[in-house]
C-alpha cells in the first residue's frame, strides 16, 4: 500500500556512512523536495557499521529515510524489517525508507546503473565485461542482466575475488568467467560495455587500448572529480561515457521518490522536473 507524505509534514533525511563529509547526496536531495515544495531537512550523519544498530534505534517519528554508502549497505540487511528482491539479490541496501515504525531496504543503486547506460545510448546488450568484483559490482551485473546480457567477463586481479559476483552472474542465467586484469586489451573490443568499479581505477600500464575505448561503452563509477582520467581517455576517441555521476542522479531520483510516495511508489507526476533539479546540482 502506498505512503505518501503530505506537503505540510517536515521531515528528516540523511546519507550515513564513514567517511561520509564528501557526498553530494545532500545537494541532491535539497534541490528535489525544493522543487516539490517539501519543506524537508536532508543532512549527513558519520555512521560506522559498529555504531549502526545504536543509530537507528536513536531516530525518532520525524525521519523519513537514509541514504547509505558503503559499508553500509551490507551491514543493514539484518537490522532492516524487511526488503525487496534486488536487495536479496545483491546482497546491499542502499536505501532505507522509514514508515509506520518499519524499516524498508531497497537497493536503487540497479535502476541507476541501467538509466545511466540507457542515457548513453546502450539499451540492449549481449556481452559485458565488469573490472572489480565488489559490492557495487553485484549491482552492475544484475542491471546488465535486466538490459539483455548473456555473456560476463569479470576481470579482476586475483580470481579468488570473484566467486560471489560468478555466482550472482550464474543464477541471473549469464556465461561469467573470470579473467586476469591484464587480459583487458584481448577480450573487451568485443563487449559493448566495459564496467569499472576499480576506486580511482587505472589498468594495466595505464592506458586503456584504443581499441577497446572506441568498441565499448564505458560505465565508470567515479563521480569525484569528474571526469575521471579513465573517461578522458574514452573521450579522446568520443567513445561513449556513462559517468558515476549518471548512476548517482538516477539512483537518487529512485530514492526520492520512494520516501515520498512510499515503499510502492509509481513515478512521481513531475519526475522529470525533478530529476533536471537535481542534475542541475551536480553541474
Do not use: C
Amino acid at each position: 500500500m502506498a505512503d505518501p507524505v503530505g506537503s505540510a509534514d517536515r521531515r528528516r533525511l540523511a546519507v550515513i556512512g564513514s567517511p561520509i563529509e564528501h557526498s553530494l547526496s545532500p545537494a541532491l536531495h535539497a534541490a528535489a523536495y525544493a522543487r516539490l515544495g517539501l519543506d524537508w531537512a536532508y543532512g549527513r550523519e558519520q555512521v560506522t557499521v559498529d555504531g549502526l544498530p545504536a543509530f537507528l534505534d536513536g531516530l525518532d517519528g520525524t525521519w523519513r529515510g537514509l541514504s547509505a554508502t558503503m559499508p553500509l549497505k551490507e551491514a543493514l540487511l539484518p537490522l532492516l524489517d524487511a526488503y525487496d528482491e534486488d536487495v536479496a539479490l545483491t546482497g546491499a541496501a542502499n536505501t532505507v525508507l522509514l514508515h509506520d515504525g518499519r524499516r524498508t531496504g531497497r537497493n536503487t543503486d540497479i535502476a541507476g546503473v541501467r538509466t545511466a547506460l540507457e542515457r548513453a545510448g546502450l539499451t540492449t546488450l549481449r556481452r559485458a565485461a565488469i573490472v572489480g568484483a565488489g559490492a557495487t559490482a553485484r549491482s552492475i551485473v544484475v542491471a546488465l542482466a535486466r538490459l539483455g546480457a548473456v555473456e560476463l567477463d569479470v576481470l579482476v586481479r586475483e580470481e579468488s575475488r570473484a566467486g560471489a559476483l560468478l555466482d550472482l552472474a550464474e543464477r541471473l542465467g549469464l556465461e561469467a568467467a573470470p579473467r586476469p586484469l591484464g587480459d583487458l586489451e584481448r577480450l573487451v573490443p568485443a563487449h559493448e560495455v566495459v564496467a569499472w568499479t576499480l576506486p580511482n581505477g587505472v589498468p594495466p600500464g595505464g592506458v586503456v587500448p584504443e581499441a577497446v575505448r572506441r568498441a565499448s561503452t564505458l560505465l565508470d563509477v567515479t563521480y569525484h572529480p569528474w571526469p575521471s582520467p579513465l573517461a578522458e581517455q574514452w573521450r579522446a576517441v568520443d567513445g561513449a561515457v556513462a559517468s558515476g555521476r549518471d548512476m548517482l542522479l538516477h539512483q537518487a531520483v529512485r530514492q526520492v521518490r520512494l520516501f515520498v510516495g512510499g515503499p510502492d511508489a509509481a513515478p512521481m507526476p513531475e519526475e522529470a522536473e525533478v530529476e533536471r533539479a537535481m542534475a542541475a546540482a551536480l553541474a
